[in-house]
């Protein structure tokens, strides 16, 4: 079992930035592979990033490459998500996820944990 706890949401203007954090508790976020999905109003919940047990491999959906980052502290069990360069689409409730399987998918069933989300809403 792990307990995943986010942090950093919040209101930002357009261009803006931002940086979520979730904090793993139970078992070392060296043990999962870790994403990060966005669930707008009205829509499906999505894939944003991922990385993998060790850090050393990164994935994105196309909207935000160049603009995100996803990185792990596998010491303070910590997984980051840098938002630069926000657009008012970007806008939504951000949840952290981890999964056993070090395969980087992109769908919520292949995780099986999830944290309780933190709001980002970017003004235009």
């Known amino acids: 079992q792990v307990q995943l706890v986010e942090s950093g949401g919040g209101l930002v203007q357009t261009g803006g930035s931002l940086r979520l954090s979730c904090a793993a508790s139970?078992?070392?976020?060296?043990?999962?592979?870790m994403g990060w999905f966005r669930q707008a109003p009205g829509k499906e919940r999505i894939f944003v990033a991922g990385?993998?047990?060790?850090?050393?491999?990164?994935y994105y959906t196309d909207s935000v490459k160049s603009r995100f980052t996803i990185s792990k502290d596998n010491a303070k069990n910590t997984v980051y998500l840098q938002m630069n360069s926000l657009k008012p689409e970007d806008t939504a409730v951000y949840y952290c996820?981890?999964?056993?399987?070090?395969?980087?998918?992109?769908?919520?069933?292949?995780?099986?944990?999830w944290g309780q989300g933190t709001q980002v809403t970017v003004s235009s």
């Open positions: 139970g078992r070392t976020s060296s043990s999962f592979f």
């Open positions: 996820a981890a999964k056993n399987s070090d395969r980087p998918e992109t769908t919520t069933r292949d995780y099986g944990y």
């Open positions: 990385i993998s047990r060790t850090g050393g491999f990164t």
